[in-house]
Nanobody, 118 residues
Framework: QVQLVESGGGLVQAGGSLRLSCAAS????????MGWYRQAPGGQRDLVAR???????DYADSVKGRFTIFRDNVKNTVYLQMNSLKPEDTAVYYC????????????WGQGTQVTVSS
C-alpha cells in the first residue's frame, strides 16, 4: 500500500508559476514511477509527466519546456514545477504512482485544483 498526499494547487494568472508536491508513504520501495495526471471539466484524465525509478522522465507534448518533474528521495516527494502557465492548463491535477513487478498497481492522490486565469 502506498499513500499519496498532494499540495500546492491554486489560482494563478496566465504566465505565472505553481509548484505541486506529492509526498509518498508506505511501501515506497515498490514504486516503479510517480507522476502527475490532470483532468479538466468534461475531459478525461491525461498524463502530464512521470519520473521513473531510474530517474528518467517523460512529458506530455503540451507541457514540454514549461513543466519539470523532479523528486527528493530523502523526503519521498515528487514535485511538478509549472511555469508559463496557460488557461488550458486549468484542471484537477492528480498524483499517481505505479508499484510492483509481476502484479502492478496504481495509486492516486486526492487531486488538487489548478486554475489559470487569462
Amino acid at each position: 500500500q502506498v499513500q499519496l498526499v498532494e499540495s500546492g494547487g491554486g489560482l494563478v494568472q496566465a504566465g505565472g508559476s505553481l509548484r505541486l508536491s506529492c509526498a509518498a508513504s508506505g511501501s515506497i520501495f515498490s514504486i516503479n514511477f510517480m507522476g502527475w495526471y490532470r483532468q479538466a471539466p468534461g475531459g478525461q484524465r491525461d498524463l502530464v509527466a512521470r519520473i521513473f525509478k531510474s530517474g528518467g522522465t517523460d512529458y506530455a507534448d503540451s507541457v514540454k519546456g514549461r513543466f519539470t518533474i523532479f523528486r527528493d528521495n530523502v523526503k519521498n516527494t515528487v514535485y511538478l514545477q509549472m511555469n508559463s502557465l496557460k488557461p488550458e492548463d486549468t484542471a484537477v491535477y492528480y498524483c499517481t504512482c505505479n508499484t510492483g513487478t509481476l502484479t502492478q498497481r496504481d495509486y492516486w492522490g486526492q487531486g488538487t485544483q489548478v486554475t489559470v486565469s487569462s
